[in-house]
């Protein structure tokens, strides 16, 4: 696996893992927050 | 099952021409240490069928009880303790493990990839599956016994259990986060490590589906996570989410645990899907009918399955506006899902077909899996689900879906995938009494759960009246059969082939297969595709 390949996996992942985070976080968030 | 070869014959060509020999550890450093895909594939194929003997285990003691009426070996809080953790053990311990294990091994061979894109990740994502397995087991031992609130742990029933129930929803993050790690790497591994040449729509559907299936993860394991972190924080730090004592709202949960739950029957099946769409073609000796119409069919799935929980929930209460709603969305994905099965059946119309153990396999797949589909039409209606709610109609319901489905399709692709796995044969003769075996007692246990639900017996009790009495012990007896049956698949037919006893598999021991899997020897060595390989213009085989 070359160098910049290694990098662009890793720059996917992230987004990806920062997607999950926001629905994680989101969804709890919302339920804290709007919920009356 | 090792997949090392030390002498590899060159069939394989370019594939395997550099790296034929595995330099890393050896012992148990090799497993524990793994980071070869396939080491880790492996891993995962062990690990599910260890936690399918516990689930199952579980199963029958459930059946044992339920043999006949009365209370015979279990009390209702132990019996409640069983069908709750044989659920939870089946889907994250059994279901899901096993296709994870199937994407380990597979998709880089299928892609042309060398690896995983994480390798190190894919070691974590495993072994983070042990300690979860261990907590739930070990929950029965805790005070109190083990979580009882059924395998979508409702509120309040979670807030009122015992210190297991914290071990459970421990567990849970657990695996939310293995199967997350998991998904990242599928879908890296499948857009950014494709050989060139294998463009997305010419992908294999086991690849497809898997693609899907890890967006779908991605998206709802967080959902699951976020409900079960504020179940542990009323239970411990004095939120009142679902605590309807503190002014909350045990339905939220429901819709909360819903919103991940009907994507997650979409994430037992979709792969499913894809293994079935590898070996109907394979044996039919055609190309797979309607490929394109597959992937938007199994996309559409995808998407659907985001707006139908609430028919989980019809009984809970809700404006007929919204019944009318998750009715319709609900019977709306029978269409996406027809078109995979007519575009099987179109599959096979005029192939020469034969009917090895994968194939068998695979048409009983669509048989059962069908009347599974049928009967989730029926409970989509609203008035209907109102009246068979939590009968055992909605029992054999999801298990011809999850075991007819999802179980009877990971046998067809052990079998399809055996001999490149593990460089032998196995017994076909042996695979075709497990198949028979299975079918045959898989209708027996479920089909009368059928009748018991229609005439109104209730799912989750530890005793009944005299008049299930017939349908509940022919159940039973199925039950000790499909159970006795799976014994028999890994005695009979995995363990030989693990230990090389059999045939020596050809590279491609199907005829009508296609893909880059079978570019390489049988067993597949160690390290495949160290330099991504030259594809045909149809990206099935390797030409430099």
């Known amino acids: 696996m070359t160098a910049e390949q290694k990098k662009s996996n890793l720059r996917m992942a992230l987004v990806l893992a920062s997607v999950a985070a926001t629905f994680f976080v989101g969804f709890m968030a919302k339920i804290i927050l709007l919920n009356h | ?544």
């Open chain 2, 1 to 544: 099952m090792s997949a090392v070869l030390d002498h590899p014959a060159h069939a394989g060509g370019h594939a395997h021409d550099a790296h034929d020999h595995h330099h890393g550890p050896s012992g148990w450093r090799r497993w524990l240490f793994a980071t070869n895909h396939k080491d880790i594939g492996t891993l995962y194929l062990l690990f599910s069928f260890t936690m399918l003997m516990v689930g199952g285990v579980l199963a029958l003691l459930i059946r044992a009880e339920l043999f006949q009426p009365g209370l015979q070996l279990v009390n209702p809080e132990l019996f409640n303790q069983l069908t709750t953790m044989h659920g939870l053990i089946m889907v994250f311990g059994a279901i899901m493990p096993a296709f994870v294990g199937f994407a380990n091994w597979m998709v880089p061979l299928q892609i042309g990839a060398s690896d995983m894109a994480f390798a190190r990740m894919n070691n974590f994502s495993f072994w983070l599956m042990i300690p979860a397995a261990l907590l739930l087991v070990g929950s029965f031992f805790m005070p109190g016994g083990a979580p009882a609130a059924g395998w979508t742990l409702y509120a309040p029933l979670t807030l009122q259990m015992g210190p297991s129930m914290d071990a459970g929803i421990f567990a849970m993050h657990i695996l939310g986060a293995s199967s997350i790690m998991g998904s990242i790497n599928i879908i890296v591994t499948i857009l950014n490590m494709r050989a060139p040449g294998m463009t997305l729509m010419k992908m294999p559907m086991f690849c497809w589906t898997w693609l899907i299936t890890a967006y779908l993860l991605i998206a709802v394991m967080p959902v699951l996570a976020g409900a079960i972190t504020m179940t542990l924080t009323d239970r411990h730090f004095g939120t009142s989410f679902f605590n309807p004592a503190g002014g909350g709202d045990p339905v939220m949960y429901q819709h909360i645990f819903w919103f991940f739950g009907h994507p997650e029957v979409y994430i037992m099946i979709l792969p499913a899907f894809g293994i079935i769409s590898q070996i109907v073609p394979a044996f039919a000796r055609k190309k797979l009918f309607g490929y394109a119409s597959m992937v938007y069919a199994t996309s559409s799935i995808a998407i659907l399955s985001f707006i139908v929980w609430a028919h989980h929930m019809f009984t809970t209460g809700m404006p007929v506006t919204g019944q009318l709603f998750f009715m319709y969305a609900t019977m709306l994905i029978s269409v996406p899902t027809a078109v995979k099965i007519f575009n099987w059946v179109a599959t096979m119309w005029r192939g020469s077909m034969t009917f090895e153990t994968p194939m068998l396999f695979a048409v009983g797949f669509i048989f059962v899996f069908t009347i599974g589909g049928f009967t989730g039409l029926i409970l989509a209606m609203a008035p209907i689900d109102i009246q068979l709610q939590d009968t055992y109609y909605v029992v054999a319901h999801f298990h011809y879906v999850l075991v007819a489905g999802s179980l009877f399709a990971l046998f067809a692709g052990v079998y399809y995938w055996l001999p490149k796995w593990t460089g032998v044969m196995y017994s076909e003769v042996r695979g075709k009494i497990h198949f028979w075996a299975s079918l045959i007692f898989f209708n027996i246990t479920f089909f009368p759960m059928h009748f018991l639900g229609l005439a109104g017996m209730p799912r989750r009790y530890a005793d009944y009246p005299m008049q299930f009495a017939d349908f509940n012990a022919i159940a039973s007896i199925g039950a000790f059969g499909f159970g006795l049956a799976q014994v028999y698949f890994f005695v009979a037919v995995v363990l030989p082939c693990m230990r090389g006893n059999g045939a020596k598999a050809p590279q491609k021991p199907w005829d009508g297969a296609e893909g880059l899997e079978w570019e390489v020897p049988s067993p597949a060595p160690f390290h495949t595709f160290e330099t991504p390989p030259k594809l045909d213009a149809t990206a099935t085989r390797v030409i430099g």
